[in-house]
């Protein structure tokens, strides 16, 4: 692995386990390396975070390095991102100083940059993330783009192997009801991940909530090479039989991209039964119940589920400090 992290397509599936392996051994304290000492990690958050800022704050501090956390346009200048632009709008800064001036001071940047959910033939290109790639002259990490979440696929791939193992297992991605369309990284991520590791993987999804169909295309040749499969089912509760990973994820539809209320409109329908509760988690095959987080609780899924022996979510949320502690070691030598 060198370079950048922006999505795991680029990576063999002989580097993804060794970064799980990686993991596990910071995890169990095996590994007390100190790769970024008397270094440091910028951190750009465009959105609001959680579990992302907190685990790289702390990883970047336990390898024994310093994180700088910016906000472009709360704590730093607001950015411009497309090649071209005549700044005489709301935008102070180009990318392509700001990330070259970040270079100077540290070894590498993370970056966070949501889906604005309005024109997808751009978003799904990712123009913010392949901008910062574009300028910059460190290792730039993906903590969210508008196409990919690597780190918490990385993440849910470690909390697969821990919980059931190494091998091929079978994998239900369902997507859920939530009241307003979110965005596809997870579930990308999600999808293409398992697929490099050789899972079995199902999506569930109704009619008009498909993933991107060159994803999509992408994680079939992958499941291919690996040994796994995938299958695309639009009827939630055979997804669920025998299944022994569930993750639940709700995003929005290609149809409405930008027509937010008639996306809200059309996923009405769905709200009761899109949702994983005790008796579709009774037809599984004693299934592990993930989600990336923050989740709505009896709306994406039931406090039975969640709340339940067979829940790993705080499990899988821990494991992101463990892999993004992997990702900076290999990155920085």
């Given at each position: 692995?060198?370079?950048d992290?922006?999505?795991?397509?680029?990576?063999?599936?002989?580097?993804l386990?060794?970064?799980?392996?990686?993991?596990?051994?910071?995890k169990?304290?095996t590994?007390?390396?100190?790769p970024?000492?008397a270094?440091?990690?910028?951190?750009?958050?465009f959105n609001?975070?959680?579990?992302?800022?907190?685990?790289?704050?702390?990883?970047?501090y336990?390898?024994?390095g310093?994180a700088?956390?910016?906000?472009?346009?709360?704590?730093?200048?607001?950015?411009?991102?497309?090649e071209?632009a005549v700044?005489?709008?709301d935008?102070?800064?180009?990318?392509?100083?700001?990330?070259?001036?970040?270079?100077?001071?540290?070894?590498?940047?993370?970056?966070?940059?949501?889906?604005?959910?309005?024109n997808?033939?751009?978003e799904r290109t990712?123009?913010?993330?392949?901008?910062?790639?574009?300028?910059?002259?460190?290792?730039?990490?993906?903590?969210e783009?508008?196409?990919?979440?690597?780190?918490?696929?990385?993440a849910d791939?470690?909390t697969?192997?821990?919980?059931?193992?190494?091998?091929?297992k079978?994998?239900?991605?369902?997507?859920?009801?939530?009241?307003?369309?979110?965005?596809m990284?997870?579930?990308?991520s999600?999808?293409?991940?398992?697929?490099q590791?050789g899972?079995?993987?199902?999506?569930?999804q109704?009619?008009?909530?498909?993933?991107?169909?060159?994803?999509?295309?992408?994680?079939?040749?992958?499941?291919?090479a690996?040994?796994?499969?995938?299958?695309?089912l639009?009827?939630?509760?055979?997804?669920?039989?025998?299944?022994e990973?569930?993750?639940?994820?709700s995003w929005?539809?290609?149809?409405?991209?930008?027509?937010t209320?008639?996306?809200?409109?059309e996923?009405?329908?769905?709200?009761?039964?899109?949702?994983v509760?005790?008796?579709?988690?009774?037809?599984?095959?004693?299934?592990?119940?993930?989600?990336?987080?923050?989740v709505r609780?009896?709306?994406?899924?039931?406090?039975?589920?969640?709340?339940?022996?067979?829940?790993?979510?705080?499990d899988?949320?821990?494991?992101?400090l463990?892999?993004?502690?992997?990702?900076?070691?290999?990155?920085?030598?």
């Amino acid at each position: 692995m060198h370079g950048d992290f922006l999505s795991t397509a680029g990576l063999s599936r002989d580097e993804l386990e060794s970064l799980i392996e990686s993991a596990l051994r910071f995890k169990s304290g095996t590994d007390q390396s100190k790769p970024l000492a008397a270094k440091s990690v910028a951190l750009v958050f465009f959105n609001p975070s959680l579990r992302t800022r907190a685990s790289m704050q702390i990883g970047v501090y336990e390898l024994g390095g310093n994180a700088v956390v910016l906000e472009p346009g709360g704590t730093s200048w607001t950015l411009e991102h497309r090649e071209g632009a005549v700044m005489d709008g709301d935008k102070t800064e180009h990318v392509a100083e700001f990330v070259r001036v970040l270079g100077r001071y540290g070894v590498a940047i993370g970056v966070r940059t949501f889906a604005a959910l309005k024109n997808w033939d751009e978003e799904r290109t990712d123009p913010i993330l392949n901008a910062f790639a574009k300028y910059s002259d460190v290792p730039i990490i993906n903590l969210e783009s508008a196409m990919h979440h690597p780190c918490q696929a990385m993440a849910d791939m470690m909390t697969v192997r821990e919980k059931l193992g190494s091998g091929r297992k079978r994998v239900l991605l369902t997507w859920a009801w939530h009241p307003k369309p979110l965005p596809m990284a997870v579930p990308n991520s999600f999808a293409l991940a398992a697929a490099q590791m050789g899972h079995d993987l199902l999506i569930a999804q109704p009619k008009g909530y498909e993933l991107d169909d060159e994803l999509i295309s992408e994680t079939r040749k992958h499941a291919g090479a690996a040994g796994g499969s995938v299958t695309v089912l639009n009827d939630i509760d055979e997804a669920f039989d025998g299944a022994e990973v569930v993750y639940a994820k709700s995003w929005g539809s290609r149809k409405f991209y930008g027509a937010t209320e008639k996306d809200i409109a059309e996923r009405a329908q769905y709200r009761s039964q899109w949702i994983v509760d005790e008796g579709k988690m009774a037809r599984t095959n004693s299934a592990i119940f993930m989600h990336c987080l923050p989740v709505r609780r009896n709306v994406i899924v039931t406090d039975g589920v969640i709340d339940s022996p067979s829940s790993v979510v705080i499990d899988e949320a821990e494991n992101r400090l463990h892999v993004q502690k992997a990702i900076l070691k290999e990155l920085i030598h």
